[in-house]
């Protein structure tokens, strides 16, 4: 073999290696994303059983002998905190439409939005506690009172969790995106915290 042939065989082999590599970690990306979404689901699957068995206690309890069920009227700031968390799931649709483009700045800014949209829905479900407060309705006024405080409260913490991801994932760090996997997770995360509140929320507009 002449030097030139073998230094092109070298060079096919270096080739051949690189590929190879990319290959590797292109593969170990995926089993990443998938890892991480499937965590995440599991870990949601188990607070979706929480909510489904306590929605399945309020209306076994709303039809209960006792009777003791009283008409309760939805606080006029849970309306808007719905249309918040919608908009909060739009703006996080966004963002990793920005992130798929790599852009880094509007995924940033529309990715801290939607954590900006959760921080005022959890102030608006304080804001909600203390109006029904205000009206004389607490938690052991009555049953339907009880379910209500009890239900918002678990869904505030959920979406605290929530917040909490998108801010870390938004200022993790300043010169890199985060990674795929780490915005499929809290994605998913959150467009589970809005459905589980379309949930609580229609439930109690059926049973007051």
């Not at 938004?170 to 998913?188: C, E, G, M, V």
């Not at 949930?199 to 109690?204: D, E, K, N, Q």
Request: charged fraction near 10%; charge should be positive.
């Amino acid at each position: 073999m002449t030097p030139e042939q073998n230094l092109m065989h070298q060079a096919s082999d270096l080739q051949g290696g690189a590929t190879n590599s990319h290959s590797v970690v292109k593969h170990k990306g995926k089993a990443s994303s998938r890892k991480s979404v499937t965590a995440t689901a599991t870990g949601l699957a188990g607070v979706l059983t929480f909510f489904t068995a306590l929605m399945s206690a309020c209306v076994v309890r709303k039809g209960s002998p006792a009777a003791d069920w009283q008409f309760l009227t939805i606080p006029p700031v849970f309306w808007l905190n719905t249309i918040i968390l919608l908009g909060s799931g739009g703006t996080l649709f966004y963002a990793r439409r920005m992130f798929g483009k790599g852009d880094r700045d509007g995924f940033r800014h529309w990715w801290a939005v939607t954590a900006i949209l959760g921080c005022f829905f959890i102030a608006g479900q304080l804001l909600g506690w203390r109006q029904l407060s205000r009206a004389g309705i607490n938690l052991g006024t009555n049953p339907s009172s009880s379910f209500l405080y009890l239900f918002t409260a678990a869904h505030a913490l959920l979406a605290l969790g929530g917040v909490v991801a998108l801010l870390s994932a938004a200022f993790f760090s300043k010169q890199y995106l985060p990674s795929r996997p780490t915005t499929a997770a809290i994605a998913l995360y959150w467009h589970c915290t809005l459905a589980m509140w379309l949930g609580i929320f229609f439930l109690f507009l059926f049973l007051r």
